[in-house]
C-alpha cells in the first residue's frame, strides 16, 4: 500500500488562494474565527494523524475485515484504537454547531480532515463519516427533546450514524420499500423489516449507533409519497440521556464484498424495534434528502482520495522502477536503464491522475464554501449557494467519482504486472473505489438528476447561474497571456448551454432522450466544470509566476497540468457530444427478445 503522504501544499494552494477561504469567513456570521493560520494548523494536524495513525491500518484492515458475531461486529485489529484517538482529538466535533457542543468550524475544514483520513484509509473513514450526515438530518428535522437526546453524543463521535434506506427488492426507487412503522401507545413506533448494504451498520467502536430509517405507516399512501423517517437507537436511550437495553436490531450478517473490506456493510433486521419519527408523516424522503445530500459530497470526496493515493503510489514506483531506455537517450546512464518516469506513456498517465485528482479538489472544496454559504450567509446569498449546490452536487458525486476509479486503474497500470499483486497495494485502491459509483445514487441516477431535475427541471436557470460565473472570470481574464485557457472555456461553456438546450427540445417529442443522453451529459459537464477550476488555478499561478513568488516550481507545476487538462482530457467533450447527441433511437430501437443469445 502507498505510503500516504498529505497534499498540505496543494490543500493550502486551493483553500487559501484559489478559493480566499479567510476573506470569505471574515463575511460570515460565526465563522470569523476561521483565518488561515488557525485552518493551516487544523489541517496540519489532520495530516498528521492521517499518516501516522490512519494510513497504517489501511492494507492490514483490508486483508482482515469485520468480523460477525452474535455479540456484535468486530472491526480490523487497530480500528476501534484509531477511533477513540479521532474522538479524543475532537475532529468528530470540528463542523458541527456550538450548541450541539460542536467546534463551529465551516464545513469546509470537515471536507479537508475528511479527504485526508479518507485518502489514508477510507473504510475506516465510513464509521464516523455517516454520522455527519444523521447530525445534520436531526438539526434540520429533528424536534427540540430528539436533538438533546442524541445530537451531543453524535457530535461528540461516542455515538454514531447510520442512514438505511436500501431493501433487497429496491435501491434507488424507494418508492418499494416495505419495512413497516406501527403507532404504539406510548408515541413511538414498532419498526419492522430487514435492510441492506448498510455502511457501519454495526461495529465496536462506539457505546451506541443510531439508525435513520425510512418506513411506511400503516396508513401510509402508495410510493414516495408514503415514506416516513424514523431514529431507531441500537441501544434505547433513556429520558436522561443515557444508554438504555437493547433495542430490537440485529446485524444479521455483513455483505461479502469486492472491496472496503475494513468496513461492515450489514444487513440490519429490524423486528419490532422502537423507533421516534423524524419530520412530519409521510414526508420521510424529503428529511432524508439532507442526509443524501450530505452524503453525497462525502462520497464525493473518495474519488479524489482513490486519484491522489493512486497517483502518489504511481509517482513513487515511476521514479524507482527501471525499463528501457528513453527514446530521447538515456537519462540514466550509470544504470542498467531508464526509470519509467521519463516515458512518455507514463507521463500520460501520471498526468491524469493528477489533474483529475487536483481539478477534483478545487471543485469539491468550492461546493463545502458553497455549504457555509447556505448556513451563514444572508438570505441572497443562500439562494444563489444552495443553486449553484443544487447543479454542482451531482456533478460532484458522479464525475469526481468515475475520475478517481479511472485515475485509481491507472495506478495499477504505471505498476504493470506488480500493480495485479496484492502486496503494493494498487489493486485494493480500485476494489475500494469501485463501490463510489453506485452508493448514494449511482452514476446514472446522479446524470438524471442533474439533467432532468436541475437543468430541465429548473428552465436552465441553474446552469445559467453556474455559466454567468464562468463568464465573469473570463471577463475578468481578457489577457492575452491567459487565452489559452479563457478561450477555450468560454466556447466551451457556450457549447454546453448550446447542447442543454438541443437536448431539452428533443425530450419534448421524446422524454427517453432525456435517459439516452444523461450520463454522456454528465460527463461533459464534468469536464467543462473542472476546465473552469483548471482555469482559474492556472491564470492564478501565472500571476504568482509574474510575482517571482517564491514558490515558483509549484506554481509552474500547476501551469504545464492546466495544459495538459486542456489539451488531452477536455477533448474527451467531443465525444460526448456525439454521443449525447444521437440520440435515443440507437438504445430503444432493438426489441428486448432480441437481447438474448
Not at 461486529?73 to 470540528?94: D, H, I, M, R, S
Not at 452508493?439 to 436541475?454: F, H, P, S, V
Not at 422524454?511 to 483548471?534: I, K, Q, R
Request: charged residues 20%; contains cysteine; glycine residues 10%.
Amino acid at each position: 500500500m502507498p505510503e500516504y503522504k498529505a497534499p498540505l501544499r496543494d490543500i493550502s494552494f486551493v483553500m487559501n488562494e484559489v478559493l480566499e477561504s479567510e476573506k470569505l469567513y471574515q463575511t460570515l456570521p460565526g465563522y470569523e474565527d476561521a483565518t488561515e493560520d488557525l485552518m493551516n494548523a487544523i489541517v496540519e494536524e489532520g495530516a498528521k494523524f492521517a499518516e501516522q495513525v490512519l494510513s497504517p491500518l489501511n492494507q492490514s484492515g483490508d486483508e482482515e475485515g469485520c468480523h460477525w458475531s452474535e455479540d456484535g461486529v468486530k472491526t480490523p485489529k487497530g480500528f476501534a484504537e484509531a477511533y477513540q484517538q479521532y474522538v479524543e482529538n475532537g475532529w468528530p466535533a470540528l463542523s458541527a454547531e456550538p450548541e450541539a457542543g460542536g467546534q463551529g468550524m465551516p464545513n469546509l475544514l470537515g471536507i479537508v480532515i475528511n479527504e485526508l483520513a479518507g485518502t489514508a484509509n477510507w473504510p475506516w473513514l465510513m464509521y464516523p463519516g455517516l454520522s455527519h450526515g444523521a447530525v445534520k438530518t436531526i438539526e434540520e428535522h429533528g424536534d427540540a427533546g430528539q436533538k438533546e437526546k442524541y445530537l451531543t453524543k453524535l457530535v461528540a463521535g461516542s455515538w454514531s450514524g447510520t442512514m438505511c434506506l436500501t431493501e433487497a427488492h429496491c435501491g434507488t426507487d424507494l418508492g418499494l420499500l416495505r419495512t413497516r412503522a406501527e403507532p404504539q401507545a406510548d408515541g413511538s413506533y414498532a419498526i419492522t423489516g430487514t435492510k441492506i448494504f448498510i455502511s457501519a451498520g454495526d461495529h465496536d467502536m462506539v457505546e451506541n449507533i443510531v439508525h435513520i430509517v425510512l418506513a411506511r405507516l400503516p396508513d401510509a399512501p402508495e410510493g414516495t409519497a408514503g415514506i416516513s423517517l424514523f431514529i431507531v437507537p441500537k441501544f434505547n436511550v433513556n429520558d436522561d440521556g443515557s444508554v438504555g437495553e437493547r433495542n430490537a436490531v440485529q446485524c444479521a450478517s455483513i455483505e461479502k464484498k469486492m472491496g472496503i473490506h475494513g468496513n461492515a456493510t450489514c444487513v440490519l433486521n429490524f423486528d419490532e424495534a422502537k423507533g421516534h419519527l423524524i419530520g412530519p408523516p409521510n414526508k420521510g424522503l424529503n428529511c432524508m434528502f439532507t442526509f443524501m445530500n450530505t452524503a453525497r459530497v462525502g462520497t464525493a470526496i473518495q474519488g479524489l482520495a482513490s486519484a491522489e493515493l493512486s497517483f502518489q503510489g504511481a509517482l513513487a514506483y515511476a521514479r524507482d522502477r527501471l525499463a528501457m531506455r528513453s527514446l530521447t537517450g538515456p537519462k540514466n546512464p550509470d544504470g542498467p536503464a531508464d526509470p519509467i518516469i521519463v516515458h512518455p506513456d507514463v507521463r500520460r498517465m501520471l498526468l491524469t491522475q493528477k489533474a483529475l485528482a487536483e481539478g477534483s479538489r478545487a471543485l469539491l472544496y468550492f461546493l463545502a464554501q458553497q455549504g457555509d454559504i447556505v448556513d451563514k450567509g444572508n438570505e441572497e446569498q443562500a439562494k444563489a449557494a444552495d443553486d449553484l449546490m443544487a447543479l454542482l452536487t451531482p456533478i460532484g458525486k458522479a464525475f469526481v467519482t468515475e475520475a478517481g476509479f479511472e485515475a485509481a486503474n491507472l495506478g495499477v497500470q504505471v505498476f504493470g504486472g506488480h500493480g495485479f499483486i496484492r502486496e503494493w497495494g494498487m489493486e485494493q485502491i480500485v476494489r475500494d473505489s469501485r463501490i463510489s459509483m453506485l452508493y448514494e445514487g449511482t452514476t446514472g441516477i446522479q446524470a438524471l438528476d442533474l439533467m432532468g431535475r436541475k437543468v430541465l427541471g429548473s428552465g436552465g436557470k441553474l446552469l445559467l447561474g453556474f455559466t454567468a460565473m464562468i463568464d465573469e472570470f473570463c471577463e475578468a481574464n481578457p489577457g492575452e497571456d491567459d487565452a489559452e485557457f479563457v478561450s477555450v472555456l468560454k466556447s466551451h461553456k457556450d457549447d454546453w448551454l448550446g447542447l442543454s438546450m438541443k437536448i431539452g427540445e428533443a425530450a419534448m417529442e421524446n422524454p427517453d432522450e432525456v435517459g439516452a443522453s444523461a450520463v454522456d451529459y454528465l460527463m461533459y459537464s464534468g469536464y467543462v466544470t473542472l476546465a473552469y477550476f483548471w482555469a482559474r488555478m492556472a491564470v492564478l499561478a501565472r500571476q504568482k509566476i509574474a510575482a517571482a513568488d517564491d514558490d515558483k516550481s509549484f506554481y509552474e507545476a500547476k501551469l504545464i497540468t492546466a495544459r495538459f487538462y486542456f489539451a488531452r482530457l477536455l477533448p474527451r467533450t467531443l465525444a460526448y457530444k456525439q454521443t449525447m447527441l444521437s440520440g435515443a433511437d440507437n438504445l430503444m430501437q432493438m426489441p428486448e427478445a432480441m437481447f438474448d443469445f
